[in-house]
């Protein structure tokens, strides 16, 4: 039996916050699209095939995405300014962090080979195809990887060059700046320790499975931007509406992980855009799959070691009720609401703006019982 999917749609936000986040979605699209606008231009004048890579990069920033990152920043730096400030002179900031969330997905898919994203092939694959499809000497697979990583090279680039654009003093946007290189080497470190645990699964833990989540995910989803916000807005390290941003940021964050560990293995595939049961059939460390192992019995222990990357759809499907009946499924769900609990009571102690504190309490939910 599938476990019941989770409430919210496919809409991170939640309909009852997007009248909060339309106009800001639309604004971080647009801002990205003039600029990529221009970049793509001063490429072409390069080579014309210089102009045909950034437009592939282009279109992988513009191609759709939920615009977490800027959404969690955008109320981190609006809970402490309030309602009246404007906020276009922030607005490259919080599409700085689209780009950089680009650049991970597209590295990220080369690492795991991943095939799909949000419904389409991935970067590298995409890049293949048409390498091959152009009948260009040498193997198309190793060139679609390296135009990838140039691709994932690329936004990082013009992230940082976005982000100097923000309309802010000087001094306040070198502590932003501060705020967003340590965020980037959170995620670099998080990467990290998520490729290190597929090299030995049978010796990693759910403690290290939940530190991984902590820096891949938490930090870079919803901490980090929510403190990048707060930067923003000239809120100071030792504010206390900083520590109640970090705790909660950290608690949604992890909960957040978590429920893409759900969804790998039971979420719909044309809900989420990428196959579902590629943790099972790489046996790759998350939380959800560790507990299992942790809780299952001698037998259901040797059927979840015996799965191998050949497995096909009826034996992942079957390793996938083996998993719920671990009781490991269950055991997440309640480790999600924790977090989500021990974030809106964290919240509720913070001096910040009433409406922020109501679309952030609106998210830790939305985010974290989520389809996609």
């Known amino acids: 039996m599938v476990p ?48 045909g890579f950034a437009g592939t ?45 680009t650049f991970a997905l597209v590295h990220d898919d080369v690492m795991d080979a991943s095939t799909t994203r949000r419904g389409r092939p991935t970067a590298h694959v995409a890049v293949a195809a048409q390498h091959a499809a152009a009948g260009l000497s040498g193997d198309s697979g190793r060139f ?117 560990d759900l969804l790998g293995v039971y979420g719909d595939p044309t809900t989420t855009g990428k196959p579902t049961g590629d943790d099972l059939r790489t046996g790759k460390p998350t939380a959800l799959l560790l507990l299992a192992r942790q809780l299952a019995t001698p037998a259901q222990r040797r059927a979840l070691d015996g799965t191998d990357s050949g497995a096909d759809p009826p034996e992942i499907a079957r390793l996938a009720e083996v998993v719920i009946d671990t009781g490991a499924v269950d055991r997440v769900e309640r480790m999600i609401d924790e977090r989500v609990e021990e974030a809106l009571v964290v919240l509720d102690t913070a001096v910040v703006d009433e409406t922020a504190h109501t679309a952030l309490v609106g998210l830790a939910t939305a985010a974290t019982h989520r389809r996609a």
């Not at 809409?11 to 003039?34: F, K, M, S």
């Not at 402490?80 to 689209?98: K, Q």
């Not at 950290?250 to 992980?257: P, R, S």
Request: one cysteine or more.
């Open 4 to 51: 019941e999917q989770p409430v919210g749609g496919d809409d991170p936000i939640g309909g009852v916050l997007a009248e909060y986040t339309r106009d800001l979605v639309t604004a971080v699209n647009q801002t990205l699209a003039e600029f990529l606008t221009a970049e793509v231009a001063a490429l072409t004048e390069i080579d014309p095939a210089m102009g």
């Open 57 to 101: 990069a282009r279109d992988y920033v513009l191609g759709g995405g939920k615009r977490v990152r800027p959404t969690f920043a955008y109320w981190g730096w609006r809970g402490a300014v309030g309602g009246g400030e404007p906020v276009a002179p922030v607005l490259p900031a919080l599409a700085t962090l689209e780009l950089l969330h």
């Open 144 to 260: 679609g990887e390296a135009v990838a990583v140039l691709i994932g090279d690329l936004c990082m680039v013009w992230a940082d060059q976005l982000l100097a654009r923000t309309a802010l003093p000087p001094s306040r946007l070198l502590d932003v700046r501060r705020g967003y290189d340590r965020m980037r080497v959170e995620t670099v470190a998080g990467q990290y320790l998520d490729v290190l645990g597929e090299t030995d699964p049978a010796n990693w833990s759910v403690d290290r499975a939940l530190r991984v989540a902590r820096y891949k995910t938490a930090s870079y989803t919803v901490q980090r931007p929510l403190l990048f916000g707060a930067s923003l807005a000239g809120v100071h390290d030792d504010a206390p509406l900083r520590a109640a941003y970090t705790r909660y940021g950290l608690c949604v964050g992890e909960a957040f992980q978590l429920r893409d």
